[in-house]
């Protein structure tokens, strides 16, 4: 990979999580989301993504010492799936998201894929907000067995 993801004004950057780090990405994870599964009425999926497989996968990257970003992509033909993104609840406001979705870009690139995909559940409002401002545009709006979603895709320069 060419682009670590690093933040040169923090030091902190992002990189592939390993075995040890299953129980941080779990911890970050659901801290991130248990918020909302009141507001959706089912426990949200990165939730029970099975985090031991994922980072074997060398699918997870992470960011923050002690760990505050977490990141699950996966390259799908012409596109980069960003499957997760979650960051702590403390390190929210700190531009730990916007790191994590710069990785995503650089990493989509370094693997040679020019577009970004990624969903996110219909009633995490605050996610439709965030994700245009990143470039993001709506595919679609669907309805996956529990999951009322909306699919995004950004295209890479």
Do not use: C
Request: hydrophobic share 40%; net charge negative; aromatic share 8%.
């Amino acid at each position: 990979m060419t682009d670590t993801g690093g933040d040169h004004r923090t030091g902190e950057e992002v990189r592939p999580a390993r075995a040890a780090d299953v129980q941080a990405v779990r911890g970050v994870t659901d801290a991130a989301y248990r918020h909302y599964i009141e507001r959706i009425g089912v426990v949200p999926m990165p939730m029970e993504a099975d985090h031991t497989a994922n980072v074997a996968a060398v699918r997870v990257f992470v960011t923050g010492e002690p760990m505050t970003g977490v990141v699950v992509v996966e390259a799908r033909g012409d596109h980069l799936l960003l499957d997760s993104i979650a960051v702590h609840p403390d390190a929210q406001g700190r531009g730990v998201g916007r790191r994590l979705l710069a990785f995503v870009d650089a990493h989509a690139r370094a693997l040679g894929l020019s577009e970004v995909r990624l969903y996110t559940n219909a009633m995490m409002w605050e996610n439709q907000e965030i994700y245009p401002r990143y470039g993001y545009e709506v595919l679609e709006r669907r309805v996956d067995g529990p999951y009322d979603r909306v699919h995004y895709r950004k295209r890479l320069n």
